[in-house]
């Protein structure tokens, strides 16, 4: 189901009784504030929520990771004590395909990603934002020059 790019102003709670729902889009729907009660869509295996109005709810972290099959998820984060704890969320981190921190004033503290985020994720934009510094983890790869 795409709504992306509509000018719906609340999260459509009619979409909690779609049980079986495996994809939803609400990317572009700058108007919704909030998305409390999406962790009822079990089923959700993607999940688009790029420059969605939100990025400011601090429930949402709680709210994805109880999204047991999610497995690609793009999302715009605003405000540094939701972006740590979504980055300290493995499973979340792991299915982030596409992640957008913005507005992060005044001058934030560092913002690590972890080895696991390096892996899944494609595209990373940092707009407006004030922060200090930014680390990035690397898996240590070896390959052998003697297979067996």
């Given at each position: ?53 939100f990025k400011e709810d601090p429930c949402v972290v709680g709210e994805l990771r ?83």
């Amino acid at each position: 189901l795409s709504l992306s790019r509509t000018r719906i102003k609340l999260f459509p709670v009619g979409l909690l009784k779609l049980k079986k729902l495996k994809y939803l889009n609400l990317e572009y729907t700058q108007m919704v504030q909030h998305i409390c009660g999406i962790s009822g869509l079990w089923h959700l295996r993607v999940l688009r929520l790029f420059v969605s109005g939100f990025k400011e709810d601090p429930c949402v972290v709680g709210e994805l990771r109880l999204l047991e099959n999610l497995e690609t998820l793009t999302i715009t984060l605003g405000l540094v004590s939701v972006v740590k704890q979504f980055l300290g969320n493995e499973k979340l981190v792991k299915c982030t395909r596409v992640l957008r921190i913005e507005n992060l004033t005044p001058r934030s503290s560092e913002i690590s990603f972890g080895t696991c985020t390096m892996d899944s994720l494609r595209e990373l934009y940092l707009d407006n934002s004030d922060i200090s510094e930014i680390k990035l983890e690397r898996r240590e790869t070896s390959l052998s020059l003697f297979p067996n």
